[in-house]
């Protein structure tokens, strides 16, 4: 056990300092950010999808509340930061259009039938989950192909890219931000039942090391956390192994995504964070005296269901400019107006993604549930 154990610490590291000595001091750090990540999200269940659902379905905002908590936590401190050093730094910004609200709206809804949004594909990939492993590669396809579409998805029409500091000044922005966050906050509680309602000190410890982490991230990578685009360039660099000219599309021929496109992954930042994601989440499965099943299996059909479902989530993702994690975490935490509105239809399709998620996932047995 104790070997075991100190041999997934070393893996961790290792690939820690490998990307240092490859791509430098900044890499290795966006790695240990990303294993931070997987520490958290895994070992403290810290997640985005689940607590959506439990809201809805079992009137507990534990999770809500958490995840609120975490960003307010950066945005009290990014929105001054931002002000501060607005030619390093990067905030999540993005306009609001047709494509945009759609692609939040169909994320949320398969969010939840693959039990994850960006993040927790990731974490349950690396956790060993079956799942989340066929969900991962999904994603890595949809968001792929997502990009091949996206110029013509976004001339469906579009506002400018719109901030709150843009509109109202960074201090005042920053107020509005943590007066909205309050807002939903409150419906939060008032939706859920007594005793369901403030996050346990487990949640409220994980909130803090997300928000610090997150903000590490920003300082360190430059950008907010992400988690999309790091997929999607995957996804672009397994089609050009396999014979494709991407140089003809709009989206890969930009000359920032031409550059990630012609290097290695170790020298993009979203990649980085997301391969520390992934070994910090199965360095916390394989830390559990008994990491036990991670899921019950399903029908061949469900699984097939949960392909395509994860090759819409990765689309969809790409066409709302990110996920949980990249539009509503980290697009609410810097002040982007695109975060709020991709929260209101998101949480609309994960309401109707949780009355699917019965009726295409059916487990091969009757006991146990799909987590």
């Given at each position: 056990?104790?070997?075991r154990r100190a041999s997934v610490l070393l893996v961790a590291?290792?690939?820690?300092?490998?990307a240092f000595v490859m791509a430098g001091p900044r890499a290795g750090l966006l790695v240990l950010i990303g294993l931070g990540f997987g520490l958290v999200l895994e070992g403290m269940r810290f997640g985005f999808a689940g607590p959506w659902r439990m809201i809805v379905t079992d009137r507990d905002g534990r999770g809500l509340i958490a995840q609120l908590i975490a960003i307010a936590l950066v945005a009290a401190v990014a929105f001054p930061l931002l002000a501060a050093n607005s030619t390093e730094l990067v905030p999540a910004h993005a306009p609001v259009g047709f494509a945009m609200i759609l692609g939040a709206f169909v994320f949320g809804a398969m969010m939840q039938l693959v039990m994850g949004c960006g993040s927790g594909t990731l974490v349950n990939a690396g956790s060993g989950n079956l799942v989340g492993l066929i969900a991962l590669a999904g994603f890595i396809g949809g968001s792929f192909a997502g990009t091949l579409h996206l110029d013509w998805w976004t001339a469906?029409?579009?506002l400018p890219v719109l901030s709150l500091q843009g509109m109202l000044g960074p201090d005042l922005g920053l107020v509005a931000?943590?007066?909205g966050l309050a807002l939903v906050a409150g419906l939060t509680l008032a939706r859920a039942a007594p005793?369901?309602?403030?996050?346990?000190?487990?949640?409220?410890?994980a909130a803090a090391l997300i928000a610090a982490l997150a903000l590490a991230n920003l300082v360190i990578a430059g950008q907010p956390w992400g988690i999309v685009y790091g997929?999607?360039?995957?996804?672009?660099?397994?089609?050009?192994?396999?014979?494709?000219?991407?140089?003809?599309?709009?989206?890969w021929a930009a000359e920032a995504n031409a550059t990630r496109l012609a290097s290695s992954i170790l020298t993009d930042v979203t990649s980085l964070t997301n391969i520390g994601l992934l070994i910090g989440a199965?360095?916390?499965?394989r830390w559990r005296t008994d990491p036990g099943a991670q899921t019950q299996a399903l029908t061949a059909t469900s699984y097939a269901a949960v392909l395509a479902a994860a090759l819409i989530l990765g689309y969809s993702a790409r066409l709302a400019f990110g996920c949980n994690v990249g539009a509503f975490f980290s697009g609410i935490s810097t002040g982007s107006l695109h975060g709020w509105v991709w929260l209101l239809?998101?949480?609309?399709?994960?309401?109707l993604g949780l009355r699917l998620r019965p009726i295409l996932l059916r487990p091969t047995s009757t006991q146990g549930a799909y987590a």
């Open positions: 056990m104790i070997l590291l290792g690939f820690a300092l490998f469906l029409g579009a931000t943590l007066i005793g369901k309602r403030m996050p346990p000190r487990r949640l409220w410890l997929l999607g360039l995957w996804g672009a660099k397994i089609a050009q192994a396999g014979g494709a000219d991407l140089g003809a599309t709009a989206f199965f360095a916390v499965m239809a998101a949480f609309a399709g994960s309401t």
